[in-house]
């Protein structure tokens, strides 16, 4: 985590209060920042990432003070999963105060997804602006989420985007999405914190809520046009994923798959095993350089059943991404 110069942070906040967008780093992904309270700059997000207005946007405070404000109803549920597990990757989604939050950030919905994010980049740049900040991952709408200052500066190239570098994110995938209802909690997109980790918090503090799993608005949209947004997370070349090492023969397939002469022509990468630490290799190895010859990337990642309860659990996050970012998904011969 890189430790900025305030001088720099003071820049990007004039830079965002002439107008412009401040790509920031967060302890997750690289976020696409604009003031709560520009609708210029707010719509300029969604035109810089080629992304739908039904996609709404989370919104990023520095303390729980300020998320309060945004929402018309903040509960017992609602505290106690921010003070564990703020400032950190899980986004609440809660009931929206329409006096402070604009509907372009959420996409028309009477709910609003808030959380802080684990920065010190990030959160001096919120105190300093003075105000909370829409910031969804710096990407093109279903590419690969930045996790490097660099990887902005390439997807950014042709714009004016001022580019806080805070180094490589530590997390490295987008945060857990909960929607807060009174007594239940629903996951709308896995992340590094876990189902287990939210239910254990929510018994420390002695509340009987059930936690479900669920969809977020995009993958609701997707269910009402069916294939239109399952692809995500996609880099420009073609991902095969192999549960377990491939074989030879396997790998002679997989390029037949993608119309290449002959397996040469693959990358093969393989994530670690510990799911903290493929997290924050994911999209590093999805956007890496394959290589002169190579034009298609293998991507190896464990067995489940060879994992801890714990480690398979993480890795549901993991495979989430990978099933939306894969051509290919290869689980056992082919
Ligand atoms: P990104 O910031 O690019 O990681 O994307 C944010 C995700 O949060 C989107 O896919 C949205 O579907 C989801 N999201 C944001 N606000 C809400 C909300 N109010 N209700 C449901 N999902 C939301
Ligand atoms: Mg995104």
Known sequence: MNALPKSLILDACAFSRKGGL??????????????????DQLNRIFELKERPF??????HVAEI????KLVSHWTELAQCLASTFWPGPLTL???KNPQAVPDIVTSGLTT????VPNHPVALEFIRKLGTPVA????NKFTKTSPTKASHVSEIFSSEDVFVLDGGDCEVGIESTIVAVAEHELTILRLGMIT????????????????VQEGRTALDQMQGMSPGNFSIHYRPTWPVAVCVSEPSPKQLVQIATCFKLDNSNALRLRTLDDRPAVAARELYSFLRAPLGEQACAL???????????????????????????AASLWIDGEL
């Open 112 to 115: 609003v997804g808030v959380r």
């Open 195 to 210: 189902k287990s980790a939210l239910e254990e918090s929510l018994h420390r503090h002695g509340l009987k809520v059930s």
């Open 135 to 138: 910031a969804p991952s710096a």
């Open 298 to 324: 293998v991507l190896t990642i464990p067995k489940l059943t060879e994992l801890s309860p714990d480690d398979q659990e993480a890795w549901q996050a993991l495979r989430d991404r990978l099933k939306k």
């Open 54 to 59: 039904f996609d709404p946007l989370i919104v």
């Open 93 to 95: 989604v809660l009931p």
């Open 22 to 39: 401040v790509a920031i780093p967060t302890e997750t992904v690289y976020g696409l920042a604009a003031p709560l309270t520009n609708l």
């Open 65 to 68: 003070s300020e998320a309060k």
